[in-house]
């Protein structure tokens, strides 16, 4: 009955299209399909335009459909970037940007690490043999120096060997002084 | 003929945290000394002491580690030769004390069986940083069946106790042969080759 106000009066007329929502269609479909019954009383020609409306006001609600779910999508999809990128800028900032359990390395830097564990090991291991070596050396020239020994004798035994080995050559170094002793 | 000047070798390592003290316990047994400067050990170093038990001259070889993480698969290679290994915390830092259970594993995984163990809950002299009560050091050796100390490298509180006594229970289980007054030599590779036959076979 009041049909023409209502259609100029329905807000989905006024709405910007790309903010049109599938309830926005269905207000649309709703108001012309009022305003077609109304014509459709007075000639029955105008039924295969009817459907033709239903059709492109079906068309419509499904592309309004799907427009706004694509929407949504690249929304998600944007934040998720978005939280990403954050946790690598974060990454990047403590110095592992190249992954977890790697280390960046500055080869500026005069301080860096640059020799293996293993040469470490070697180097150790030959501080050591000479400290052990000069303690020996001490010891003996200090019992030469007291005269308590007549004259220099070589006296290898017991240099703080590598690890393994520790045990198998303390004990054949003191075979052989035990040998030489008793000749 | 030449004049030996020790009876009997041991070979003794330090273990524990970084910087609950074991070169400071070390250097305060070894050269009667201590020194606040913090310089953290690189990997691994040693010092020799020659002490007198029950009338024999023994030199005390003892390996002082890094108790630094990084340098784990250095250290671990040295307590195979190892007989004693004191095994060091700081009565000050409670973290020190929780690696026990930590540095416990390490001995069952890389020493002899028959190592003999010590605990020691070092820096004693600082009662009012105390965190670590004295009876869970005990509770805790003894539930390991080990000696305790508390020491303090700084005051020289039960250092040089500890490594006597560490001392004597090696020798207690060193087989020993009768030393034949005139030829020390003889007795002493005894002594080690019963060591090595006791602990390789």
Partial sequence: VEGREEGSGVPAFEKDPLELTVEDVYDISYVIGKDLLKVSRVGAEVSDLQFKIVRVLEMFEIMVNRYNLSLEELRMERDNWKEELGRVVAEGSNGNIIGPDKLVIDLKDPNRPRFTMQELKEVLQERNQLKAQLLLAQEELQLYKSGVMPQP??????????????????????DEKTTIQKL | MAKKTYDLLFKLLLIGDSGVGKTCVLFRFSDDAFNTTFISTIGIDFKIKTVELQ??????????????????????????????????????????????????????????????????????????????????????????GIRFFETSAKANI????????????????????????????????????????????
């Fill in chain 2, 55 to 144: 009338g024999k001259k023994i030199k005390l070889q003892i390996w002082d580690t890094a108790g630094q993480e990084r340098f784990h698969t250095i250290t671990t290679s040295y307590y195979r030769g190892a007989m004693g290994i004191m095994l060091v915390y700081d009565i000050s830092n409670a973290k020190s004390f929780e690696n026990i259970s930590k540095w416990l594993r390490n001995i069952d995984e890389h020493a002899n069986e028959d190592v003999e163990r010590m605990l020691l809950g070092n820096k004693c002299d600082m009662e009012d940083k105390r965190i670590v009560p004295k009876a869970k050091g005990e509770q805790i050796a003894r539930e390991h």
């Fill in chain 2, 158 to 201: 039960n250092i040089e106790k500890a490594f006597l006594t560490l001392a004597e229970d090696i020798l207690r289980k060193t087989p020993v042969k009768e030393p034949n007054s005139e030829n020390v030599d003889i007795s002493t590779g005894g002594g080690v080759t019963g060591w090595k036959t006791k602990c390789c076979s």
């Fill in chain 1, 153 to 174: 004798q070589q006296n290898m035994e017991n240099p703080p060997s590598d690890p393994p080995l520790t045990t198998e050559e303390s004990i054949e170094h003191k």
